[in-house]
């Protein structure tokens, strides 16, 4: 004797004798299964002392809703699709050799569910033959086919920056309904199961599948979700410089392209402290060359943009130092005569500059072309020889950083000349006598004019002024 024991319904459904016409009459849950899936329904066949290997009866199959596809285990042939009484049509097949397994045997079939709207059939089977005993009774289940959901409309494709937070995808489905995601099209491990959003660890393309959250049943197609990765690099600029207050900073190179996704755009940007940059007005090449001069010390870095996805990414900056010096004051311009030295010239204001100052002092005869003075790097100045036409002098200061170069204005030695002329003449007198006139017979010349004052001496040797003589004669 066989006993046949239903495995796939639940829960347990009653076993009418023959299959009803209509799909209906017996009372239990139906079985849920999905339009047009193709799913597997079995039942496990109990032998007792008589019946023997089951491989010895063929198994009868009845099935609306659906079509008999083929069979798991054991032979198969399919017969014509029947009409019972009121036009319900159902496929037909019977299964035979089917194999043992320990104390039980496996009748399976594949049935593919329809794809017309359908929403409920039945599943019936039996043992045709027992050793050419009388057919057994039909076992009956009901089945619910539950149409596919439609699958997900995408919340658009996404796309990040390298280095950026990577965005979620999104995708929406009708009420009832919740979406699995995949990394196929078709088949594979969801990745993550019951959520309308998913945020993936790298660039891709995602699958999202709607599933019923009552039937279970998963939407016949996926719909592609697409995560796209941009990147872009700075490239390299050079270079560092050092320049004094005002001038102009040399061009800034390109030793290093930008690269970026579908391309890239540049905009150069300056800061004062390297932290807040801003946009040099027009500047987008790929080099540049300032226009203008600085005052302070000014940090300037490239702007490269991907032109796919606005990917931005900044060169290290590099910084312009600005050297500045104050020259400072020197006293004082002076008179002399012709071949006599000047006195030492002093410093009345230090000079200042960038980690501080080294000193030259120059001269010059025409206040215009001056010429480094050798060895005098001091602040201050003593002259050691004489000069005999007007000259200039100047201090140079030089900042250590940057070597700025700034001069004092310039201090003027005018050199005075004179000519004695000539006096006329020599007399032999007797003591007590008064000497003649002493006539001029060559006026004196001197820088600015002369002034006069005679001399006399007993010994011509040690001269003695004349008091309130001051006339050309004498």
Known sequence: ??????????????????????????????????????????????????????????????????????????????????????????????????????????????????????????????????????????????????????????????????????????????????????AASTGGTALLSGNTSYTPTAAGTYYAEARNTTTGCVSSTRTAVVLTENSVTAGAIASAQTICSGDTPAAFTSTTAATGTGGVSYQWQSSTDNSSFSDISGETSATYTPSSGITQDTWYRRAATSTTGGCIAYTTSVKVTVGSVTAGAIASAQTICSGDTPAAFTSTTAATGTDGVSYQWQSSTDNSSFSDISGETSATYTPSSGITQDTWYRRKATSTTGSCVAYTTSVKVTVGSVTAGAVASAQTICSGDTPAAFTSTTAATGTGGVSYQWQSSADNSSFNDISGETSATY
């Open 1 to 182: 004797m066989l006993v046949v024991t239903t495995v796939a319904a639940q829960p347990t459904i009653p076993t009418p004798n023959n299959p009803p016409s209509s799909g209906s009459g017996s009372s239990g849950s139906p079985l849920v299964v999905c339009s047009g899936v193709t799913s597997t329904f079995y039942v496990l066949v109990n032998e007792d002392s008589e019946a023997g290997d089951i491989s010895q009866n063929d198994f009868e199959w009845r099935v609306y809703g659906g079509t008999i596809v083929s069979a798991v285990t054991g032979s198969f042939s399919s017969g014509p699709t029947t009409n019972v009484n009121n036009g319900q049509n159902y496929s037909v097949a019977t299964q035979s050799s089917i194999t043992n397994t320990a104390s039980q045997d496996q009748a399976k079939i594949t049935i593919q569910w329809d794809t017309s709207g359908f929403t409920g059939g039945w599943i019936a089977v039996r043992q045709s033959s027992q050793y050419n005993c009388t057919n057994g009774t039909w076992s009956l289940f009901y089945v619910n086919v539950s149409n596919l959901p439609s699958a997900p409309t995408s919340g658009g494709d996404q796309a990040y920056c390298t280095g950026s937070t990577i965005p979620a995808l999104s995708a929406t489905v009708s009420s009832g309904e919740t979406v699995d995601w995949y």
